[in-house]
T-cell receptor
Framework: DVKVTQSSRYLVKRTGEKVFLECVQD?????MFWYRQDPGLGLRLIYF???????EKGDIPEGYSVSREKKERFSLILESASTNQTSMYLC??????????????FGPGTRLTVL | AQTVTQSQPEMSVQEAETVTLSCTYD???????LFWYKQPPSRQMILVIR??????QNATENRFSVNFQKAAKSFSLKISDSQLGDAAMYFC??????????FGTGTSLTVIP
């Protein structure tokens, strides 16, 4: 059974803290994604990676960075958490190449609250 | 830029009835894929159904089917014989050549017993 896991389901942090959200996939997928999900705004792409050590900015990268040192792991970093980063964070992975019909597989999400 | 629009933030359906969720998208590409995802309350997002743009035949998966109108750039999801377990947030998504997906803002579906 394919799987995308995220390190925490719920996380509470204080303003100014450095926050790490971890995502691991076991499907040998080339692509990994971080989204932010807010009511009425849907899923907004923060960053994605199409290979180890490669990253691309999405629609809302400000205040975030990412790291992909191994193919199966993609980390989202909030350098200095702020209250407006309180949200649900979803990780996803997918294959590359001609198999465009392949969907993204999602993790369970991390609900982050910044106080 | 690619955009995906879901104009119905909330929908409700009586159990056993049929409901249609709307999705439109904007693209200049001819080759792309469309997806409907389901996110049950506090649960993982999963794929419901997918459609390849070059196929004219509408995709079906059991009680779920799509009405794909390529010229109109419309991709609606029909759920037949609605069940309580169908209650969820539904997202329409678009993927063209490349790795990025584009999602709509979602439709929250309530199933009334």
């Amino acid at each position: 059974d394919v799987k995308v896991t995220q390190s925490s389901r719920y996380l509470v942090k204080r303003t100014g803290e450095k926050v790490f959200l971890e995502c691991v996939q076991d499907m040998d997928h080339e692509n990994m994604f971080w989204y932010r999900q807010d009511p009425g705004l849907g899923l907004r792409l923060i960053y994605f990676s199409y290979d180890v050590k490669m990253k691309e900015k999405g629609d809302i990268p400000e205040g975030y960075s990412v790291s992909r040192e191994k193919k199966e792991r993609f980390s989202l970093i909030l350098e200095s958490a702020s209250t407006n980063q309180t949200s649900m964070y979803l990780c996803a992975s997918s294959t590359s190449g001609p198999r465009m019909y392949n969907e993204q597989f999602f993790g369970p999400g991390t609900r982050l609250t910044v106080l | 830029a690619q955009t995906v629009t879901q104009s119905q933030p909330e929908m409700s359906v009586q159990e056993a009835e049929t409901v249609t969720l709307s999705c439109t998208y904007d693209t200049s590409e001819s080759d792309y894929y469309l997806f409907w995802y389901k996110q049950p309350p506090s649960r993982q997002m999963i794929l419901v159904i997918r459609q390849e743009a070059y196929k004219q035949q509408n995709a079906t998966e059991n009680r779920f089917s799509v009405n794909f109108q390529k010229a109109a750039k419309s991709f609606s999801l029909k759920i037949s014989d609605s069940q309580l377990g169908d209650a969820a947030m539904y997202f329409c998504a678009y993927r063209k050549t490349g790795n990025q997906f584009y999602f709509g803002t979602g439709t929250s579906l309530t199933v009334i017993p």
